[in-house]
């Protein structure tokens, strides 16, 4: 096997038990994106609503903003060991339930909520799993090898469930179910993963007081947030892509089946696969110009990037129905998936340039007793102000075309840059450079 060099003669792969939890994400990760698109165009199929499918995703949503804080106490207080395989475990039994209640939307509904509830404490466990099952000098590259396969993980799950979907039908659970029992089994072979185990009682006391103290904190980290422009806008920034970002996830199933008619085995290429493609190359060119472009220049292009793709996307339906009254020709169908391709490419180029930068200015400008709590309400307010965006795109989708809406985003995010262009200009950033 090839071996990474770290520091000296260590390497990454000389740590066993790492491993063993890092092809247990190997395994469990793509399975869930794959599970979540497969969720979705099952939804839709079924149903034939867009807002039932913008519930599913609300439904995906809720738990990490309800229960995020009881899994960082659990993963503190349980044998990390013992959560990492029941979750692998329970996510698998769940799937099972769909092999016989797979043709009821509701079902979907519930299993897409009962995954997400339980990959909330599976995340946590998982992480601070990490520097338990490998040296010291190994960490820096253990973290980045499972950032690496948390984006591949996505890329990978989401590129594959329509080919799969169409290939094995209904059977493409067992492929999932699979996929979970020999994460649960790799899970197994990990020694005991524990921090201190402590009794139930003490658990109880830790949670309320977990409870109390994040509340507290919370409240410090907004009052922190709202007298420092910079931490200001940049989280505005970030919410309002994550936003939009959540808006159209909701409306894939229907844009790509009706609109741009091609088929669910299709989505996965001609959609997912750039997109994911646009991010690894957004995230090389980030690192490229770092130190010959400020962050908020690479911010602002990067929205208004988004708001031309957003914009020009609808367009497919204008030039296709151009095109037919003139004979339609095969060639002329790929040339326009091409142009769909680009957009689709130059739209993850631009997102991961916006959130990569934001997310490095609120690094690099937060106090760092408080950086935490900076990026705890983050994730709190993207989440909680997705979650109604989600809900309202799939009602407003049951009364307007969804290329009518699409453009209406390419319109908001057009007027979002320009207003972050114009701060710049007028020089109202306190850390223009930045």
């Given at each position: 096997?090839?071996k990474f060099k770290?520091?000296?003669?260590?390497?990454?792969f000389?740590?066993?038990d790492f491993?063993?939890l890092?092809l247990?994400?190997?395994?469990?990760?793509?399975?869930?994106?794959?599970?979540?698109?497969i969720l979705a165009?099952?939804?839709?199929?079924?149903?034939?609503?867009?807002?039932?499918?913008?519930?599913l995703?609300?439904?995906?949503t809720?738990?990490?903003?309800?229960?995020?804080?009881?899994?960082?106490?659990?993963?503190?207080?349980?044998?990390?060991?013992?959560?990492?395989i029941?979750?692998?475990?329970?996510r698998?039994?769940i799937?099972?339930?769909?092999i016989?209640?797979?043709?009821?939307?509701?079902?979907?509904?519930l299993c897409?909520?009962l995954?997400?509830f339980?990959?909330?404490?599976f995340?946590?466990?998982?992480s601070?799993s990490?520097?338990a099952?490998t040296?010291?000098e190994?960490l820096?590259?253990?973290?980045t090898l499972?950032l690496?396969?948390?984006?591949?993980?996505?890329?990978?799950?989401y590129?594959?469930?329509g080919?799969?979907l169409?290939?094995f039908?209904?059977?493409?659970?067992?492929?999932l179910?699979?996929?979970?029992l020999l994460?649960?089994f790799v899970?197994?072979?990990?020694p005991?993963?524990r921090?201190?185990?402590?009794?139930?009682?003490?658990?109880?006391?830790?949670f309320?007081?977990?409870?109390?103290?994040?509340?507290?904190?919370?409240?410090?980290?907004?009052?922190?947030i709202?007298?420092?422009?910079l931490?200001l806008m940049?989280m505005?920034?970030?919410t309002?892509?994550f936003?939009?970002?959540?808006?159209?996830v909701?409306l894939?199933p229907?844009?790509?089946?009706?609109f741009?008619?091609?088929t669910?085995e299709?989505?996965?290429?001609?959609?997912i696969?750039p997109?994911g493609?646009?991010a690894?190359?957004g995230?090389?060119?980030?690192?490229?110009?770092k130190?010959?472009?400020?962050?908020?220049?690479?911010?602002?292009?990067g929205i208004?990037?988004?708001?031309?793709?957003?914009?020009l996307l609808p367009l497919?339906?204008?030039l296709e129905?151009?095109?037919?009254?003139f004979g339609?020709?095969?060639n002329?169908?790929?040339?326009?998936?091409?142009?769909?391709m680009v957009?689709?490419?130059?739209s993850?180029?631009?997102?991961?340039a916006i959130?990569?930068?934001?997310?490095?200015?609120?690094?690099?400008?937060s106090?760092?007793?408080?950086?935490?709590?900076?990026?705890g309400?983050?994730t709190?307010?993207?989440?909680?102000v997705g979650?109604?965006?989600?809900?309202i795109?799939?009602?407003?989708?049951?009364l307007y075309?969804?290329?009518?809406?699409?453009?209406?985003?390419?319109?908001?995010t057009l007027?979002m840059g320009?207003?972050?262009?114009?701060?710049n200009?007028?020089?109202i950033?306190p850390?223009?450079?930045?």
């Amino acid at each position: 096997m090839a071996k990474f060099k770290i520091l000296g003669d260590s390497t990454i792969f000389s740590d066993r038990d790492f491993i063993k939890l890092w092809l247990s994400q190997v395994l469990s990760m793509p399975a869930s994106h794959m599970l979540n698109f497969i969720l979705a165009i099952r939804v839709f199929e079924i149903s034939g609503s867009n807002f039932i499918v913008s519930l599913l995703v609300a439904l995906i949503t809720i738990p990490p903003i309800l229960f995020s804080s009881v899994a960082g106490v659990l993963a503190d207080s349980l044998n990390r060991k013992v959560i990492l395989i029941v979750s692998n475990l329970l996510r698998g039994v769940i799937v099972a339930g769909l092999i016989f209640f797979g043709d009821s939307y509701h079902a979907m509904l519930l299993c897409a909520f009962l995954i997400s509830f339980i990959s909330v404490f599976f995340g946590p466990a998982e992480s601070a799993s990490i520097p338990a099952l490998t040296k010291k000098e190994n960490l820096l590259m253990a973290n980045t090898l499972f950032l690496f396969t948390l984006y591949a993980g996505f890329l990978l799950g989401y590129s594959l469930a329509g080919p799969l979907l169409t290939w094995f039908g209904d059977n493409v659970y067992f492929v999932l179910i699979l996929a979970f029992l020999l994460a649960t089994f790799v899970n197994t072979l990990l020694p005991p993963i524990r921090n201190v185990v402590l009794q139930k009682g003490e658990i109880k006391r830790g949670f309320i007081s977990g409870l109390r103290s994040m509340a507290v904190k919370m409240k410090e980290g907004l009052a922190y947030i709202k007298h420092e422009p910079l931490l200001l806008m940049a989280m505005l920034q970030i919410t309002f892509v994550f936003s939009i970002e959540r808006g159209v996830v909701g409306l894939v199933p229907d844009f790509a089946l009706n609109f741009l008619h091609i088929t669910v085995e299709q989505i996965g290429y001609f959609l997912i696969a750039p997109i994911g493609l646009g991010a690894m190359t957004g995230a090389l060119l980030v690192n490229r110009y770092k130190h010959k472009v400020s962050k908020r220049t690479l911010i602002n292009t990067g929205i208004l990037v988004d708001a031309i793709t957003l914009s020009l996307l609808p367009l497919y339906g204008l030039l296709e129905k151009h095109v037919s009254n003139f004979g339609y020709s095969e060639n002329y169908f790929w040339m326009l998936i091409l142009y769909v391709m680009v957009l689709m490419f130059l739209s993850g180029v631009a997102d991961v340039a916006i959130i990569v930068s934001a997310q490095t200015m609120l690094q690099e400008e937060s106090q760092s007793e408080k950086r935490g709590r900076v990026f705890g309400n983050l994730t709190m307010i993207m989440n909680l102000v997705g979650l109604p965006v989600i809900l309202i795109v799939g009602w407003l989708a049951t009364l307007y075309p969804v290329g009518r809406i699409i453009q209406v985003f390419g319109l908001m995010t057009l007027v979002m840059g320009v207003t972050s262009v114009i701060i710049n200009k007028k020089k109202i950033d306190p850390l223009l450079e930045k």
